[in-house]
């Protein structure tokens, strides 16, 4: 899932699916020739803000990656005309925020690391950098790990720490076990390829084979973490937004991606896709489209039925909306685990359990959930549920979205989460504690009944589209704070 996980939370049901009330949408350029303009992280995205319903009539273009203006704080009203001088600071300003090592020389310091000796191979903890022997002078003072073995290098996401307080990466590492699951269940269902589009860990377990032998699945990662570009050659690593389908390394990093997705004529190739939920899922939907694209070029044409097979690891609160952008996919009961965040963890640990699950287009009846972690196979609903989520004979299906065992209501004609019960004044079922009088207690950000505003899933794009627009309007009136705007509504 990788996202700011704490403000996902125990929403009480299906995220922001269906009202559009107040937040931050993406938006259609007044003229779709005119091209969005840049910033470090490659085309922007155009945004509109929606409150109560109704849009704001001034569209804005604001950086698709980060969800935090800290990160990048790039700012443009759809109708603004920028000076020429203005154009070339921009310009000077993206130059300067690219990584430090061109991908070239990436590629070729590691070449040269693994030649050397053991005892002088070393990382750098405070850089996050593979060090060459040239290098030691300047980080001499640093906290510097030695003795890195080929095996070390094979798994860097261990020797990274993950970027996690950072809202633009979110970087949220599979715990070992859903690793292997995941792995394993790629390798049973005969998949020879595998897209990893933010998923480093799951990367490096599919590289992994037995000591000696050479893993005939192969792997591609695209991410936008530029430490992995240390760590890989051309053909298994590319610097990707997934927000804007970006690839920072140009025409030659897209050809790699295409390549790999038509090679064998596309067969035996899978997505799979772990991204930052804390940004909206319209522009992944997009990108995701543009992929898919790109490997039905590359199909005969008998085969335009086909669908590239995808695994889009996301909560399950998001399943309305995921399903709106992809009809075929359908929710795994499986939870996945996460290694660093300690509420999400296995359920059977006493813990909180995992939010998120696989979304997929492959048919559910056969994906085989491993019995020994808590599921069973729904002869009824062909398909492996979780051991708690029994089959509703009303409802006709095994309903539980959360793992617990949710009941019928026959007023509202479904199941509900055990926790809710039946108004009869808002004639619905819904939390025992809520107020039926007065506004109704929705979200703030997306008018969704079901969460409140500090677990909306929207509210990164909602603050930072609000600090930018105040800002702006601050800007104009020329009183401009040298502190930051607070983000309350
Ligand atoms: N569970 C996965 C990691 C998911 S964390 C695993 O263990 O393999 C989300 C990943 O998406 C991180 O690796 C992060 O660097 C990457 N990411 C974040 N924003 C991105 C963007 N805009 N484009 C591409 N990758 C992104
Ligand atoms: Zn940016
Ligand atoms: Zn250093
Ligand atoms: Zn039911
Ligand atoms: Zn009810």
Redesign the pocket.
């Known amino acids: 899932m990788a996202a700011p996980m704490d403000s996902v939370e125990s929403p009480e049901g299906e995220g922001s699916a269906g009202r559009r009330a107040s937040g931050v949408e993406l938006s259609v350029p007044s003229d779709p020739a005119a091209p969005a303009p840049l ?4 085309p ?1 995205l155009l945004f509109v803000k929606v409150s109560q319903g109704k849009e704001e009539t001034r569209k804005f273009y ?5 969800r935090d203006r800290k ?4 700012f443009q009203w759809e109708d603004e005309k920028l000076s020429e001088a203005r154009l070339a600071a921009r310009e000077a300003h993206n130059q300067r ?1 690219q990584p430090p090592l061109s991908r070239a020389q990436c590629i070729e310091r590691y070449l040269s690391f693994i030649q050397l000796p053991l005892t002088q191979r070393k990382f750098c903890r405070s850089c996050q950098q593979l060090l060459l022997p040239v290098d030691w002078g300047e980080h001499g003072e640093h906290q510097l790990l030695s003795d890195i073995s080929i095996t070390q290098l094979r798994r860097p996401s261990q020797l990274l720490y993950p970027l996690e307080n950072k809202k633009t990466h979110a970087q949220y590492l599979f715990a070992e076990r859903s690793c292997q699951f995941l792995a394993g269940l790629l390798a049973t269902l005969g998949f020879r390829r595998v897209l990893c589009v933010g998923t480093p860990r799951l990367h490096e377990q599919i590289r992994l084979a037995a000591p000696g032998e050479k893993s005939n699945t192969k792997s591609l990662l695209l991410d936008i973490d530029f430490r992995y570009s240390q760590f890989y050659l051309e053909d298994s690593f590319c610097r990707y937004n997934m927000f804007n389908h970006h690839f920072f390394d140009g025409k030659a990093a897209l050809e790699v991606c295409r390549t790999f997705l038509q090679e064998e004529e596309g067969e035996g190739v899978i997505m799979v896709t772990d991204p930052p939920f804390g940004g909206l899922v319209e522009p992944l939907a997009i990108t995701f489209k543009k992929l898919i694209a790109m490997w039905k070029e590359g199909q005969s044409q008998d085969d335009s039925q086909k669908e590239l097979p995808i695994f889009w690891i996301f909560p399950y609160f998001f399943e309305s909306r995921i399903c709106h952008f992809f009809p075929s996919f359908h929710m795994l009961d499986y939870q996945v685990d996460y290694d660093n965040h300690t509420l999400y963890k296995h359920g059977k640990t006493g813990r909180k359990q995992s939010p998120v699950r696989i979304f997929t287009n492959i048919p559910p009846n056969k994906i085989i959930l491993p019995t020994e972690e808590g599921y069973r196979f729904c002869s009824l609903c062909q398909r492996y549920v979780s051991l708690e989520n029994q089959h509703c004979m009303h409802c006709n299906s095994c309903t539980s979205k959360d793992g617990r065992k949710w009941s019928h209501c026959f007023l509202c004609k479904k199941c509900v989460k055990p926790s809710w019960i039946h108004c009869s004044t808002c004639n619905r079922c819904t939390l025992p504690d809520h107020s039926c009088a007065g506004p109704r207690d929705g979200c703030f950000i997306c008018g969704a009944l079901d969460h409140k505003r500090s677990n909306c899933p929207n509210i990164g794009t909602f603050k930072r589209a609000n600090k930018a627009v105040r800002r702006q309007k601050q800007r104009k009136s020329n009183k401009i704070k040298t502190k930051p705007l607070k983000d309350n509504p």
């Open positions: 910033c470090p992280h490659g922007t604001a950086c698709s990656a980060c990160d990048c704080n790039f925020w």
